[in-house]
């Protein structure tokens, strides 16, 4: 379903969004993901993008892993929860319609994902997320 440019895609439906893409990833990565919450944000702060190496005027991020990697743990890890961040404007900004911004959301979970298991981008993008 196409919209005009400059309507966004909701809160409440793109948090719906967010949920569906997490529901589609394969049972056999979901089910491995323990102690990870995935949240909806407006967008990075500023502190998030210098420390990341990116220009605040000029950059920003879909979304942002906080945590540490499966393998970076020991055996009696014990921590809050980590996150996953998804970036709502930036994401609605970029992507115009439902379909796109849908691909998008699924791309950079999955994208963030890979981080939690210790992917890095490098790696994460040579497969295409």
Do not use: K
């Amino acid at each position: 379903m196409s919209r005009p440019r400059n309507e966004r895609v909701s809160r409440t439906r793109f948090r719906e969004l967010v949920a569906t893409a997490m529901d589609e990833i394969p049972d056999e990565i979901r089910t491995r993901v323990e102690n990870v919450a995935i949240v909806v944000e407006d967008e990075p702060d500023d502190e998030t993008l210098i420390d990341l190496g990116l220009d605040p005027e000029e950059e920003t991020l879909f979304g942002y892993y906080h945590g540490t990697p499966l393998e970076d743990r020991g055996s009696g890890y014990s921590a809050l929860p980590d996150r996953i961040v998804l970036y709502y404007l930036p994401l609605t900004d970029e992507f115009g319609d439902e379909y796109h911004l849908t691909r998008e959301i699924r791309r950079t979970l999955v994208h963030e994902i890979g981080h939690y298991f210790g992917f890095s981008d490098r790696q994460l993008e040579r497969w295409g997320y």
